[in-house]
T-cell receptor
């Protein structure tokens, strides 16, 4: 079955600390991988995506993610978190223009 | 280039009423997807449409829910005889005709059923 697992429901970090949000997937083929961010009461904004090629992808707002085929993972990282990064983060998988399958999200809280 | 537009942003209905949610895709996008986000959950796919065609409705509840994407005008998600369990945020996404590509999301419609 196709699924996305985000094992961390809630993460709290101090401003300036590094961040890693985990994402594991189960999919029949190598999927296209996405990370979206959702601020409270808002829609989803794309942070970055992986289709093929270099397994380390750079996104907006200083985020990056690494695709590891052997681990079926696509973890999101940021070297130094800002207070404005507090939001909910969703990992998603899909293929071509097929439907996206989302994880349940990780809520990030940032302390000053 | 305007983004994906959804209206209304907030909708309140009483049990048994109908809810109509509208989505205007980005210019040049002919693929529309609807997702539902229940409280404290991730987004769940509902339906995928192209102009005048339903391509995949595997995520749609069997009753009361319908969707369309006419040749002209926005895509409509229609919920008949709403129940409290329909309270959720409904997001529309669009993507270009040729893929693979990214789905761009609208701001969502938050439906509250009293």
């Amino acid at each position: 079955a196709q699924s996305v697992t985000q094992p961390d429901i809630h993460i709290t970090v101090s401003e300036g600390a590094s961040l890693e949000l985990r994402c594991n997937y189960s999919y029949g083929a190598t999927p296209y991988l996405f990370w979206y961010v959702q601020s409270p009461g808002q829609g989803l904004q794309l942070l970055l995506k992986y289709f093929s090629g270099d397994t380390l992808v750079q996104g907006i707002k200083g985020f990056e993610a690494e695709f590891k085929r052997s681990q079926s993972s696509f973890n999101l990282r940021k070297p130094s978190v800002h207070w404005s990064d507090a939001a909910e983060y969703f990992c998603a998988v899909g293929r071509n223009t097929d439907k996206l399958i989302f994880g349940t999200g990780t809520r990030l809280q940032v302390f000053p | 280039n305007a983004g994906v537009m959804q209206n209304p942003r907030h909708l309140v209905r009483r049990r048994g009423q109908e809810a109509r949610l509208r989505c205007s895709p980005m210019k040049g996008h002919s693929h529309v997807y609807w997702y539902r986000q229940l409280p404290e959950e991730g987004l769940k796919f509902m339906v995928y449409l192209q102009k005048e065609n339903i391509i995949d409705e595997s995520g749609m509840p069997k009753e009361r829910f319908s969707a369309e994407f006419p040749k002209e005008g926005p895509s409509i998600l229609r919920i008949q005889q709403v129940v409290r369990g329909d309270s959720a945020a409904y997001f529309c996404a669009s993507s270009p005709k040729t893929g693979p590509d990214t789905q761009y999301f609208g701001p969502g419609t938050r439906l509250t059923v009293l």
